[in-house]
């Protein structure tokens, strides 16, 4: 699973960036024999542990989903609370969007953002006390009418909402207000993401094609509030998905350089010096096995466990799952993973998470097969993945949607809310989860 670290090599056939992000559907990958089969791909958009990590070599690093006594139970319909052992206190909600959003936790309501041709548009639901164990939940009624929203989502970095636009411009919005401008320029339906960054400030990363002597590659790039942009990923590598969190004073990106025969995973710190946009050295934290059509990750938070990355990924030669890769700080070459494997592949995986969530665990929000048979039903589970990168499922939350597109907040009062859907139908949930 680990290699030298790769060098860049020109794309092959570019997909539509516009589509939703395609995931690896399991079937036995054998090793790149031809050179050749380095060249890097192009990705279609979605949508530091205090303790040791496991190798992913150890069968104490590897959890098979389908062993799970939670996840072997049938599916009831969502709307009934699913098999999930978190208790159902807001939902499932439709909403009145179509498509991905942004989730905001503030102290008393979440806000919904979602990508209004480049500008913020927000809806809000208030956040109460959760109710007695014995009370039903809330279930609003559903919308009157619906509205498609753009691709892709919009990110938020504190203050700041960051949306594409038509013709790959991204904009920057204070949230809440009207301000909107120009601050950035992305691949038009390329994924973006955003972080503030010491007082005040914000940094947005996007994704751009440059012609190189290999040919039109696409790369990283990050722009500092509203000034000059600069490049992100390695003069040695490209880059096909990113995410960024703030960490300390500075930021942590994390960006893929997918290719035919694996999936280099970089990280860098970005900090202020001298109120410019510093750039810490490029690191290749995990190099995963060889993807199909494209993959995309998640990072996930909180001051108990550190920061992980999760991939949905082959693992070894025929199974398929989940690795949480530590980031350390700062970040470390060629760390290992931790695997919690699916009982299939299937394609696409989407993957959701909470970030900088307090407590001791990070909430994680994945699609997976039901069983182990060929186009066995698709579940949407929710658990938890402690300090050392483990997952311990919670249930089945949602059961029988085609589901593409997953956010996920924690709640000053600890409780999960969950929006997922695709471009048909948009749920949400709120659960509070025992322990």
Known sequence: MFGPRPRRIAFGALLPLGLLVVLPSCRRHEPATDAAKDAAIPVAPASAPSSPIADAASPDAV????????????????????????????????????????????????????????????????????QAANAPGVVPPKPSSFVGVRWPPCVVADRFVYCSAPGGIVNRTTLGATDTKPVAKARPGARIAAASLGDGHAVVATLDTRQTSEGQMLHAFVTLDDGETQRLSD??????????????????????????????????????????????????????????????????????????????????????????????DPPKDDVPAVWSLYPNGLDPAPIGTTMRSAGDVIWVARVRPETREPGSPRVLELGRVDKRGTFSSMGVIADGRRVTDIAMAVD???????????TTVTWLERRLCPG
């Open 235 to 328: 003069e040695g590598a490209g880059a096909t998905t990113l995410q960024l969190v703030p960490r300390g004073d500075g930021v942590v990106a994390v960006y893929l350089d997918t290719r035919t025969a694996m999936v280099p995973v970089h990280a860098r710190l970005l900090s202020m010096r001298n109120k410019e946009l510093a750039l810490g050295s490029d690191t290749v934290i995990f190099v995963g096995g060889p993807p199909e059509r494209g993959v995309d990750f998640a990072l996930g938070s909180s001051p108990g466990t550190g920061l992980f990355a999760f991939l949905p990924l082959p693992y070894e030669t025929s199974d398929f799952g989940m690795a949480a890769v530590p980031v350390q």
């Open 63 to 130: 959890v098979d989903a389908s062993a799970d006594a939670e996840t072997k139970a049938a599916a009831r319909p969502a709307e009934d609370g699913g098999a999930s052992a978190c208790r159902l206190l807001y939902g499932p909600a439709e909403q009145s969007f179509r498509g991905p959003a942004a989730l905001v936790a503030a102290s008393h309501e979440l806000k919904l953002v979602t990508n209004d041709g480049g500008r913020p548009r927000i809806s809000s639901v208030p956040i109460t006390r959760p």
């Open 412 to 422: 000053s009062f600890g409780a999960v809310w969950i929006l997922y859907g695709d």
